[in-house]
């Protein structure tokens, strides 16, 4: 819901201003090392594409079913810290890349806005939701589909989506006592009434 109030607010910008606001939300250098925590909890409230369709798709097959499984207070915890340390660990390797004169300066001002890192960090975790040996073709699948970006594009969003679902994979300890893994060739009963 949240997203879908900041993408209608975006659309009644002019570009300008537009750009000027998600800038002042964005985790980028120059704002994570102004407002560190604002940023962080900012940008996961807007999208820059301003495309809401997309994310309620994804929110349906993926987010809602990790939150029904987890749980609302651990979900939010996969959530966090695929978006915290995906969002540090790309932003650092960006500063060295710039330090290191392989990025221009103005890369500190680069606008990073978004759910995306969340996302990623979902679909990993929800590997465990599936059994063996499902879960290893789903979790090749999830790492290789966010992999492949990496070799061939090399951006700091490539290596925060990677970044994002190892994070998830490594929120193993989360799922400990959420119930068995559910198989996907069962379809469970449908209720009597």
């Known amino acids: 819901m949240v997203l879908f109030v900041t993408t209608i607010a975006l659309h009644h910008m002019s570009p300008e201003f537009e750009r000027e606001f998600l800038r002042q ?103 465990y939701r599936i059994p063996a040996p499902w879960r290893y073709g789903y979790a090749v699948a999830v790492v290789g589909g966010y992999a492949v970006p990496l070799v061939l594009g090399r951006t700091f ?3 925060g989506h990677f970044t994002a679902v190892l994070i998830g994979l490594a929120c193993f300890p989360l799922v400990r006592g959420r119930g068995k893994a559910r198989n996907p060739k069962e379809t469970p009963a449908l209720p009597r009434g």
């Open 25 to 127: 939300r964005s985790t980028n250098i120059h704002e994570l090392s102004r407002h560190p925590v604002r940023v962080l909890v900012s940008s996961a409230m807007w999208i820059e594409s301003a495309h809401w369709v997309p994310y309620a798709a994804l929110y349906t097959v993926f987010h809602a079913p990790a939150e029904r499984w987890l749980g609302t207070v651990r979900w939010l915890l996969v959530c966090a810290a695929a978006h915290v340390l995906a969002t540090l660990i790309s932003e650092g390797a960006l500063l060295w890349a710039i330090e290191q004169g392989m990025a221009p300066r103005s890369a500190v001002d680069t606008l990073d806005v978004g759910v995306s890192y969340a996302l990623a960090g979902v679909m990993g975790v929800l590997a």
């Open 157 to 159: 969003t490539d290596l």
